[in-house]
């Protein structure tokens, strides 16, 4: 039974407890502002309004999805996909950046794709026990120690902080998009849709999304081709030509997070709240399911602590028109 404040699925935050390990201090790495890395990747969307939130009864209304209101943004460009494996690598390559799990010693792992070798032996966070404390699992090896990304270059790159995030977008000359301006590339062009393709999940009885299939968290059928993230660019786009803006990964965006809507920056390009303890994330993963968390809805917001990462949460970039 759907509840509104059911958000360990989506947003597991990072505590010391889980691990029982000291807070990482260290100052986050210094990045060169950068320019110009995977423009090629992006596409122009011209901005304009839009009608933004939802008022659907199905929506949470905690998380502050509505009311429906008009919202403008400006023209600006956006990644077709999310942050794949292979460019987070040239980043880190060329940068030398050290991600903060990496700094932490650890991350979030949901637990059935716990190598056998750790089954039994690592710590189950208390009333989510799905969300498993793994030691050295960061987004190279996103199980573990014995993981690896060698067949998973073209997958969103998970287990990254939105500091992370930020520093990526840094390099590559870009930024995370606003929360509006993630909302409305969703949309792509429709109107009070409750998907990115219209209002019914699976049109025709096709998957469009990666999302969970079965009964969460016990099994997942995969009947839609995957049991876990899925590569970037899978799916059909949406009417702006975009990738996964429903299912797969969760996404950064810059925003700080509130419930109310008079506190996120007004009705034109709207920065969210000057200040905060979690940061917005949009767009629902692999492990989402109507019966626990429908947040792959476009409207659907939920958010986390800047240090947290997991192996459901990447990004994609916005930039500038210049």
Known sequence: ??????????????????????????????????????????????????????????????DGEGPVRKVKVNPFLIDRYAVTNAEFAEFTKDTGYVTEAEKFGWSYVFYSFLPQNLIGKVNRVVNTPWWCAVNAAYWYQPEGPTSTIEDRMDYPVVHVTWNDALAFCKWAGKRLPTEAEWEFAARGGLEQKRYPWGNELEPKGEHYCNIWQGKFPESNTSDDGYNGTAPAKSFPENGYGLYNMSGNVWEWCSDWFSRSIHNRGGRTNPQGPLTGETKIMRGGSYLCHESYCNRYRVAARTSNTPDSSSGHLGFRCVADVE
């Open 1 to 62: 039974m759907k509840t509104d404040n059911k958000m360990s699925c989506c947003a597991i935050k990072r505590t010391k407890s889980d691990l029982e390990i000291e807070a990482n201090n260290e100052p986050l790495q210094e990045i060169s502002q950068g320019k110009n890395h995977f423009r090629e990747k992006m596409v122009y969307l011209s901005g304009g309004e839009f009608l933004m939130g939802t008022n659907e009864k199905e929506g949470f209304k905690a």
